[in-house]
């Protein structure tokens, strides 16, 4: 029999390291193909790897667990999520769609959570998990005080105020990330991954490693001469890389 494939991304390394040791014992033949430290790599592990199980920390640095857990599901696999808040354990999770560990992991807990998993492997159907995905992410959406409204950024010897409505896209750069708007760009020292936990995921989109960029902006899509995707941005001649691993944003479009 063909062992199960499965992904670990969890950002606290001690919880990291726990969660593989208990798998080992409470699931001796699960095949773990990748274990990842942030959302990102989780993204690249997944379109690499295709797991049938994912154990993910909803929040994570970078991209959460729950981008990382549609992108699993998109490709047939099924999902745990792991939380240290009790809160995000809602009526969907006991609804069957899916399962969940509070931190730290109980070994009780973990089995029966594999218990279930190896149950819905078994069985040809696969739970929708779309809508207990959309659930969650409207809940740890930054919202009021926590959305980031301006920018305080660099241009040549000066610093300036830039709202974040003014912005098309944030590009990493080295250790700064530039900063474009419709007639300006500038440099700030605020990393991606503490940005992303500032912008409506809904507003921007990170569609590489090292960039995000406004929905609204986006111009098309399109494949260079290696099949590789890059987008163009309105208005400007900026040409952005597109990772395989965000490549899921644009099916459909």
Excluded: N
């Amino acid at each position: 029999m063909t062992p199960v494939t499965a992904l670990i991304a969890e950002d606290e390394a001690p919880q990291r390291r726990a969660l593989q040791q208990q798998l080992r014992v409470a699931w001796p033949e699960l095949d773990v193909v990748a274990i990842c430290e942030d959302g990102v790599s989780a993204m690249e592990a997944v379109a690499q790897h295709r797991p049938r199980v994912a154990f993910l920390d909803i929040r994570m640095p970078g991209v959460s667990g729950l981008d990382v857990a549609r992108q699993v599901v998109a490709q047939g696999g099924l999902v745990v999520f792991t939380t240290a808040y009790e809160d995000y354990a809602i009526r969907a999770f006991e609804a069957g769609a899916a399962d969940y560990l509070l931190k730290p992991v109980q070994d009780a807990r973990l089995e029966q959570a594999v218990a279930r998993v190896r149950e819905r492997l078994a069985d040809a159907r696969k739970p929708d998990l779309r809508t207990l995905i959309d659930d969650l992410e409207a809940r740890l959406r930054p919202q009021g005080d926590r959305l980031i409204r301006w920018i305080t950024a660099s241009v040549g010897d000066s610093v300036r105020m830039i709202a974040v409505d003014d912005v098309l896209f944030f590009q990493a750069q080295d250790k700064y990330v530039r900063v474009a708007t419709a007639t300006d760009e500038a440099i700030i020292r605020m990393p991606l991954k503490e940005l992303l936990g500032g912008l409506d995921p809904d507003v921007f989109w990170q569609v590489h490693r090292g960039v995000l960029v406004r929905v609204q902006a986006i111009d098309r899509v399109r494949k260079d001469e290696l099949g590789r995707q890059q987008l163009s941005i309105k208005g400007r001649s900026d040409v952005l890389p597109v990772s395989a691993a965000f490549q899921q944003r644009f099916r459909g479009m």
